[in-house]
C-alpha cells in the first residue's frame, strides 16, 4: 500500500472532492482499495459497504461512498499561497518575491534570468512587479474549490512551515475576508495559522 494515504486524508479527483475513510482489502477482489466519502454525495455509490460487509461508515449517513484503486491519479494538493498566486498572480511571482533586491537593482531590458530553471526576460518583469503589488491590496480573497491542503502542500520542517507563514503575512497583509471552503484543509491548526498571519481578517467562510 502507498504510505502517501491515510484514513481522514482529503483527496480530489478531476476536481470533486472527498474523504479517505478505509485503506485495505475489499473481499471478494485483490489488491487494495480507498474507501471514500465524496463530499457530493450523488457521485456515492453506497454507504460503505461490499457484498454486505461494512468497510466504513458514510458521516453524511447518505450513500456517498465509493471504493477506487490506490493508484488512481490525484488533483495537486496546494499551500494557500499556491492557490493564492494561482488565482490572483503569475507563476513567477513566488519566486521573485523571495528575490528582495531584484526591484532595487534592475537589470538591463533584455537581460536574461533563470527562475526554476526557466529563462526569463526582465521585459516582462514590470507586469510581475504590479501583481505583486495588487496581491498585497487585495481585501476580499476567494480561494475555494482550489485545493488548498494547508499551509504548504506537504509534510515540511517546522522551520520551512514558519518561513510560509511569514510569507502569508508578508504576501497578502489586507485581507478582510476569506473564502477556503471546498478545499482539502483536514486540521484545524492550519486554518489557525494561516488566520492568525492576517491581521485585518474579520470575516472566515469554511463549507
Not at 32 to 54: N, V
Not at 91 to 96: A, I, K, S, T, V
Not at 183 to 206: A, E, T
Request: proline share 4%; glycine share 8%.
Amino acid at each position: 500500500m502507498n504510505l502517501k494515504f491515510y484514513e481522514g486524508q482529503r483527496l480530489s479527483f478531476d476536481g470533486a472532492l472527498c474523504t479517505v475513510r478505509y485503506i485495505g482489502r475489499v473481499e471478494g477482489t485483490k489488491g487494495d482499495w480507498l474507501g471514500i466519502e465524496w463530499d457530493d454525495p450523488t457521485r456515492g455509490k453506497h454507504s460503505g459497504e461490499h457484498k454486505g460487509i461494512e468497510y466504513f461508515q458514510c458521516k453524511s449517513k447518505q450513500p456517498a461512498g465509493s471504493f477506487i484503486r490506490p493508484a488512481r491519479p490525484f488533483d495537486k494538493p496546494q499551500g494557500f499561497l499556491e492557490a493564492l498566486h494561482q488565482k490572483y498572480g503569475s507563476e513567477f511571482e513566488e519566486e521573485l518575491a523571495k528575490q528582495k533586491d531584484i526591484s532595487e537593482k534592475p537589470t538591463p531590458l533584455h537581460d536574461l534570468i533563470q527562475i526554476s530553471g526557466k529563462v526569463v526576460e526582465e521585459v516582462g518583469f514590470e507586469k510581475i512587479r504590479k501583481q505583486l503589488a495588487e496581491l498585497q491590496e487585495l481585501k476580499i480573497v476567494l480561494l475555494d474549490g482550489l485545493r488548498v491542503s494547508g499551509v504548504i502542500s506537504c509534510e515540511e520542517s517546522l522551520e520551512k512551515r514558519q518561513e510560509e507563514l511569514e510569507r502569508i503575512e508578508t504576501a497578502c497583509p489586507k485581507i478582510i475576508e476569506l473564502d477556503l471552503s471546498r478545499n482539502l484543509l483536514r486540521q484545524w491548526v492550519d486554518i489557525y495559522d494561516i488566520c492568525r498571519q492576517l491581521k485585518q481578517l474579520s470575516s472566515l467562510k469554511l463549507r
